[in-house]
């Protein structure tokens, strides 16, 4: 068995709210210097050894990322 690691971000030209919100609640709790935060999502998959890089990234172009409006990166840990 092999852990995968898939983080999902939003593109940089995409807006994002919520990492606007949390950089505002940070300024509001006393926390300065944060200037930009962005949010994003990480899978961790628990894969046979079988499965090949070109699958995982069919599994997290289909099913885990918009790519329209989202990066992704897929990174095998040991």
């Known amino acids: 068995m092999a852990r995968v690691v898939v983080d999902v ?12 919100a949390i950089v505002g609640a940070l300024s509001r709790l006393g926390h300065d210097g944060v ?18 890089d070109d699958e995982l990234a069919r599994i997290a172009e289909s099913l885990l990322a918009n790519t329209v409006i989202e990066d992704w990166k897929v990174t095998r840990v040991q």
């Open 35 to 52: 200037a930009d935060v962005r949010q994003g999502k990480r899978f961790e998959l628990e894969v046979d050894d079988t499965v090949s």
């Open 9 to 20: 971000m939003p593109k940089a030209e995409i807006l994002d709210p919520q990492g606007q």
